[in-house]
């Protein structure tokens, strides 16, 4: 968090800029690093809409049926170990400074919004949604943790569902910064 506010209020200062538009968010390559890695490690929608197989195919050596429903794990597809290095599971957000990957549906390593002719519709609008506040908020406060509470004592259980969410959500204290 502390790189990503470092990169977002440096650019604003840069640049004389009161916020983040959505134009500027494609100049602040570590937190769009950010971004993506929490997509990546808690996608919103764990599994894709289920796809029907429309003529018998073979993958990874099993042979599926015409007909047969397919259910993508994109939650499991990016934490692959082939794809991601060691610790898939470690937040780490240098590795989409290393790896040019993108959630587009090109990358079939990582795809929160899903791929091809039934991707989500909304994923322009939903990155909007969430890099536009996140790099104001970053922005405009800095964060901590209530009650001296630390890092590691926060619980990241997710509740299974359509949807993940955290089963406890994460409280945080802002504090306004004055630039």
Same mark, same amino acid.
């Given at each position: 968090?502390?790189?990503?506010?470092?990169?977002?209020?440096?650019?604003?200062?840069?640049?004389?800029?009161?916020?983040?538009?959505?134009? $500027?968010? *494609?100049?602040?390559? @570590?937190?769009?690093?950010?971004?993506?890695?929490?997509? &990546?490690?808690? #996608?919103?929608?764990? +599994?894709?809409?289920?796809?029907?197989?429309?003529?018998?195919?073979?993958?990874?050596?099993?042979?599926?049926?015409?007909?047969?429903t397919i259910n993508v794990n994109a939650w499991a597809v990016s934490r692959g170990e082939k794809e991601w290095?060691?610790?898939?599971?470690?937040?780490?957000?240098?590795?989409?400074?290393?790896?040019?990957? $993108?959630? *587009?549906?090109?990358? @079939?390593?990582?795809?929160?919004?899903?791929?091809?002719? &039934?991707?989500? #519709?909304?994923?322009? +609008?939903?990155?909007?949604?969430?890099?536009?506040?996140?790099?104001?908020?970053?922005?405009?406060?800095?964060?901590?943790?209530?009650?001296?509470?630390?890092?590691?004592?926060?619980?990241?259980?997710?509740?299974?569902?359509?949807?993940?969410?955290?089963?406890?959500?994460?409280?945080?204290?802002?504090?306004?910064?004055?630039?």
């Open positions: 968090m502390k790189k990503a506010q470092a990169e977002v209020r440096r650019y604003v200062k840069e640049r004389g800029l009161t916020f983040v538009s959505e134009d $500027d968010v *494609k100049n602040l390559p @570590y937190f769009r690093a950010l971004v993506k890695e929490t997509l &990546r490690i808690e #996608p919103v929608i764990p +599994l894709l809409i289920p796809r029907a197989c429309i003529q018998e195919t073979k993958i990874a050596g099993y042979n599926i049926p015409a007909g047969t290095g060691p610790n898939p599971d470690e937040f780490r957000p240098e590795r989409f400074l290393e790896k040019d990957v $993108d959630f *587009k549906g090109t990358d @079939y390593e990582f795809i929160p919004f899903g791929s091809g002719r &039934r991707m989500c #519709p909304g994923m322009r +609008l939903g990155a909007a949604m969430l890099e536009v506040p996140f790099a104001n908020l970053l922005l405009n406060f800095n964060f901590i943790l209530p009650d001296g509470m630390k890092p590691e004592e926060i619980n990241m259980d997710v509740m299974t569902g359509l949807a993940m969410h955290k089963s406890q959500h994460l409280k945080l204290v802002p504090e306004k910064v004055i630039m």
